[in-house]
């Protein structure tokens, strides 16, 4: 899938706020997971170019096809930012070896309060209905659910494995899972990571699968579903891990939480490794927070002598 390119201008940074003392040293070229295009092009992207002087430039897609992406130089960003280690073990240890870990969304169902099913969607929202009603909600065949793709996104991979881990901890029908879900790349239910939320806020779902930080982004009404279930809690891996996903090219993915982790690409450039710097800073954590999102301790993955030495003061 080819990614989305969102470009924004040197000139934001000399904008407004930004001292006028403050040199372009570079440019932030961020290919980053879909879930995280908001946040990234609208909140921290510009402030990181006011803040800094350097220049910030995003696209994002699935993390898996941005992955794949890179891998083939179809696209040279030089940071990656993923949902799920997975993706960035693709491009080691050509293209890096290791990643910083430093945040989580938890897994929501979003939904259209203009849907047909809303007053029934309401209601599980609120409490008034068991939440195991919402997936007899969504197999109905007139039910019109958005998710995105298991080949290429870990959202689209976690939300797969939910309904069968929802099915087992409910005690619904072992038919459910294909009612709510057919085939792994159903037409009729799978769409870009980019996309997805616009079609659901035009009408054109009844819900779809979502991270509550893009719920939150984009004023959407949506249902939460428990730790058990939402892929947000490390704590929680040993239940995830009991649900798995067979891809089209024959590998089986087993669940696991789907934590926020970033990493340079090819030898760290200095705006890079400022992007980086901001992000876990207190004004990066501010803005992820204010976008949704559970913000921890940094956290290494991978080769952590690997990882450049501005950054290592920031590791827990």
Not at 16 to 33: F, L, R
Not at 109 to 118: E, L, N, Q, R
Not at 167 to 193: A, D, M, R
């Amino acid at each position: 899938m080819a990614a989305t390119a969102v470009v924004l201008p040197a000139a934001l940074a000399a904008c407004g706020t930004a001292p006028k003392s403050a040199a372009v040293h570079g440019t932030a070229n961020v290919a980053y997971a879909g879930s995280l295009q908001d946040v990234n092009d609208l909140s921290i992207g510009p402030a990181f170019q006011r803040s800094t002087g350097n220049k910030y430039e995003g696209q994002g897609g699935g993390s898996f096809g941005v992955a794949h992406e890179i891998a083939s130089k179809t696209i040279a960003p030089n940071l990656f930012e993923s949902v799920g280690y997975a993706p960035i073990q693709v491009l080691e240890p050509k293209f890096t070896t290791w990643a910083i870990s430093f945040a989580a969304s938890p897994l929501v169902v979003a939904y259209d309060p203009k849907s047909p099913f809303a007053p029934q969607l309401n209601a599980i929202r609120s409490g008034q209905k068991p939440l195991k009603d919402l997936f007899s909600l969504m197999a109905n065949p007139q039910f019109h659910l958005g998710r995105t793709n298991p080949n290429t996104d870990p959202q689209g991979q976690a939300f797969y494995m939910m309904v069968e881990l929802a099915q087992k901890q409910y005690h619904l029908p072992s038919s459910l899972p294909s009612q709510v879900l057919g085939s792994l790349e159903n037409p009729h239910q799978v769409y870009s990571e980019t996309g997805i939320l616009s079609l659901l806020q035009s009408g054109g779902l009844d819900a779809s699968s979502a991270f509550l930080s893009e719920a939150i982004q984009r004023h959407l009404d949506y249902i939460k579903l428990p730790s058990s279930l939402n892929f947000a809690n490390p704590a929680d891996n040993a239940t995830y891990a009991t649900a798995s996903v067979k891809l089209s090219n024959g590998t089986v993915v087993h669940g696991a939480a789907l934590t926020v982790d970033i990493t340079t690409i090819g030898t760290p450039a200095p705006a890079a490794v400022s992007f980086i710097r901001y992000l876990l800073g207190r004004h990066g954590e501010s803005l992820m927070k204010k976008a949704g999102y559970d913000v921890f301790s940094p956290l290494p993955l991978g080769r952590r002598s690997a990882v450049p030495s501005r950054l290592t003061g920031l590791l827990k």
